[in-house]
C-alpha cells in the first residue's frame, strides 16, 4: 500500500522556556497524495510548529511525522529529497531576480544546469512572473516578490511542497494568481501543504482541511464536511438592532447582527421581520468563517448575545 | 550524501550569495577596499617613514578578508530572520557543513579584487616573491577561517539576540581585532607587549606574513609556535560551534 503523503502520529511539541508552552497537542493528520491540505487556525494555533517538523527544520518534543512513508525525525536526509518550503512571512533578497531563485534552489536540489534552467522557467511562467524574471526583487511588487519565492519551491520538483501562510499581504488579484498556480500543481500530481488563517483561501483552494486551535486538530475534512459539523446551514446578516432574537444564535457584530438558523424557512422568516422593522438584510449558506469561529472560539468571542 | 554534492552546494551556496553583489552591487567591493585602505590613508598622511606603507598594506590584505570574514557568520543569523534562505535551505537536501562553508566562502569571493589590488601593490614594491606568495595566501586563508569560524560561533551563542546587537558587534569585532591590534603596523612597536600580536588571529597572520617578506625577524620556533596558534584557535572557535549549533531546532 503506497504511503501517504504526510502523516502525523501523536505528534506533540512542547517549547522550554519561562512559560512553557505546548505547541502541539498529540496532532494526528493524514494527507493523501495528490491532494492539497490546508492547516487553519488563528494566530499562535501550532500551524507553523507542525509545519516545520514535518520539513525537518523541529524536532518534535515526542511522536512522530512521516512524509512519503519517511519519518522526519530520523529519515530527515530522505524526507528533504521530497520537499520543498517556503517559510512564512519571508522577504527576498534584494539584488536576486525571480530566474536566481527558481534556478539556483533548482541545482541547489542537485538539478543538473539545463533541467534547473528548465525547471525555473516553468515555475516562473506558471507563477506569472517569467516577464519580470530578470527584475531585481527590489522593484518588485509585494505580491511579485511573494510569487518569486514560490517559485522557487515550484522549480524544485519536489513531490510535497509546504507553504506557510503563502498569501499573506497580497492583494486579492495576487492571492488568486498565487491559488490558480497551486491548482495547477494539485491537478498535475503534486502534494500541497499550506497553512493559512484566511478561511476563504482555505474553503477555495483546500481539497481537505484541519482546523487547529491552541495545538489541537478541532475538525477535519472536506470543507464541505467541515460546514456540516455545525446545526446552522443558512446565516442572515442584518443592518442595524435586531430585537426578535427568540430561539436563534446571533452574533452581534457592533450594529450588524448575523443570525444562525437551520433552515431555509427560518432564513426567509428572519428576512421578513428584519423587513418589518425596517432593517436592511442578506441571507446565504453559511461560511467557513461561520464554522471556524464556532469550533476554535464560540461565538461568545465575536459578541454573541 | 555524496562529497562531490557536498564541495558542489558550498561553491553554489557561496556563489548565490556573492554574485548578486559581484554583478549588481561593485560598489561593495569598492567599499570593503575602502575601509580596509582607510588606516593607510592616515600612514600616508602621517607616516614616520620607512617601511610603514608596505607594513600598513599587509594589514589592509589581512582586513580584506578578516572584516568580512567575522560579520559573514553573524550577520548570516540576523539577515536569516528577513530573508529565510536558511530556513528554506534546511529543508534541502543540502548537508549544514555547505552551506556553513558557502555562506563564509562567498565574502572571501567579494574580497578577492581588494586582495588582489593590495597584493598588487605589495607586489609592485619589491616584496612578493613566489614563496612569500604562497605563504601569504595561506595565512589570509588561515585568517579567513578563523574569523569566519569566529562570527559563527557568536551567532550560534547569540543566536536569539536582536539583530542590533549582531549588527553592532560583528562592526565592532571587525574594527577592534582589525584596527586595534598590530595588524596595520609592526608589532615591534609594542615593545614588550608584542606577544599580543601571537594571541589575535588577525595580528597573528599579519606577523607571519611581515617574517616571510622579511619585514620581521622570527625564528623558525616562534614561527611554528605562531602558525600553530592560528590554526588551533581556528580549530577552537569551530568546536565551540560545532558543540553548540544545531541545524535543526529542538
Known amino acids: 500500500m503506497e504511503a501517504d503523503a504526510v502523516k502525523s502520529t501523536d505528534l506533540r511539541k512542547i517549547y522550554d522556556g519561562i512559560d512553557e508552552i505546548e505547541a502541539l497537542k498529540a496532532v494526528n493528520i ?3 497524495r495528490g491532494e492539497l491540505f490546508t492547516l487553519l487556525g488563528p494566530n499562535g494555533a501550532g500551524k507553523t510548529t507542525f509545519l516545520r517538523i514535518i520539513s525537518t527544520q523541529l524536532f518534535p518534543t515526542s511522536g512522530d511525522a512521516f512524509v512519503l512513508g519517511y519519518s522526519a525525525v530520523s529519515e530527515a536526509e530522505e524526507v528533504r529529497k521530497h ?7 519571508v522577504a527576498t533578497y534584494n539584488n536576486f531576480t525571480p530566474w536566481e531563485y527558481a534556478y539556483y534552489f ?9 533541467a534547473a534552467r528548465q525547471k525555473a522557467e516553468e515555475a516562473l511562467k506558471a507563477v506569472d512572473l517569467w516577464d519580470l524574471k530578470n527584475r531585481m526583487c527590489q522593484t518588485l511588487s509585494g505580491g511579485e516578490k511573494r510569487r518569486a519565492t514560490i517559485a522557487s519551491v515550484l522549480s524544485s520538483d519536489a513531490d510535497v511542497l509546504m507553504l506557510d501562510e503563502p498569501t499573506s499581504g497580497l492583494d486579492a488579484v495576487a492571492r488568486r494568481g498565487v491559488w490558480s498556480a497551486l491548482r495547477d500543481l494539485v ?12 478561511m476563504e483561501e482555505a474553503e477555495m483552494v483546500s481539497d481537505r482541511l484541519a482546523i487547529v486551535n491552541k495545538g489541537d486538530v478541532v475538525a477535519c475534512g472536506r470543507p464541505d464536511e467541515i460546514k456540516g459539523l455545525v446545526r446552522e446551514k443558512f446565516r442572515v446578516v442584518i443592518n442595524g438592532d435586531f430585537k426578535q432574537l427568540s430561539s436563534f444564535e446571533v452574533a452581534k457584530l457592533g450594529d450588524r447582527s448575523i443570525v444562525y438558523v437551520k433552515t431555509q424557512d427560518e432564513a426567509i422568516d428572519v428576512l421578513k421581520d428584519s423587513l418589518k422593522m425596517n432593517l436592511r438584510a442578506e441571507a446565504s449558506a453559511v461560511t467557513l468563517e461561520d464554522v471556524f469561529v464556532k469550533l476554535v472560539g464560540g461565538l461568545n468571542n465575536h459578541g454573541n448575545q | 550524501m555524496g562529497i562531490s554534492k557536498v564541495v558542489k552546494d558550498t561553491f553554489l551556496i557561496a556563489w548565490i550569495k556573492s554574485y548578486p553583489d559581484f554583478r549588481r552591487n561593485p560598489l561593495m567591493l569598492v567599499l570593503i577596499a575602502m575601509i580596509s585602505s582607510i588606516p593607510l590613508f592616515f ?3 602621517f607616516s614616520g617613514g620607512g617601511n610603514t606603507i608596505i607594513h600598513g598594506l599587509i594589514g589592509a590584505m589581512v582586513s580584506s578578508v578578516a572584516f568580512t570574514g567575522v560579520m559573514a557568520g553573524i550577520q548570516d543569523i540576523s539577515w536569516d530572520r528577513y530573508v529565510k534562505i536558511r530556513e528554506m535551505i534546511v529543508a534541502m537536501p543540502v548537508h549544514p557543513g555547505s552551506y556553513a562553508l558557502g555562506i563564509a566562502l562567498a565574502p572571501l569571493l567579494i574580497s578577492i579584487p581588494s586582495l588582489i589590488f593590495f597584493g598588487g601593490l605589495v607586489a609592485f614594491m619589491g616584496f612578493l616573491t613566489v614563496e612569500t606568495l604562497a605563504w601569504t595566501v595561506l595565512a589570509l586563508i588561515i585568517v579567513w577561517a578563523a574569523m569566519s569560524t569566529m562570527g559563527f560561533m557568536i551567532s550560534t551563542y547569540l543566536f536569539k539576540s536582536s539583530m542590533m546587537i549582531l549588527n553592532n558587534l560583528s562592526n565592532l569585532l571587525g574594527i577592534g581585532l582589525i584596527f586595534i591590534p598590530p595588524v596595520y603596523y609592526s608589532e615591534a612597536q609594542l615593545g614588550g607587549l ?10 597573528n597572520a599579519a606577523g607571519l606574513i611581515r617574517s616571510y617578506m622579511g619585514l620581521l625577524p622570527l ?13 588551533i584557535t581556528t580549530v577552537a572557535f569551530m568546536a565551540m560551534t560545532f558543540i553548540k549549533a544545531r541545524w535543526r531546532e529542538t
Open chain 1, 30 to 32: 493524514e494527507v493523501g
Open chain 1, 83 to 89: 520537499i520543498a518550503v517556503v517559510p512564512q512571512d
Open chain 1, 106 to 114: 533548482a541545482r541547489l536540489r542537485g538539478m543538473a544546469s539545463p
Open chain 1, 187 to 198: 491537478k498535475s500530481g503534486k502534494t500541497i501543504l499550506l497553512t493559512t488563517h484566511m
Open chain 2, 43 to 45: 600612514m600616508l598622511m
Open chain 2, 194 to 203: 608584542s606577544w599580543i600580536s601571537i594571541v589575535i588571529p588577525t595580528s
Open chain 2, 219 to 231: 625564528s623558525m620556533e616562534t614561527t611554528i609556535i605562531r602558525w600553530s596558534v592560528l590554526i
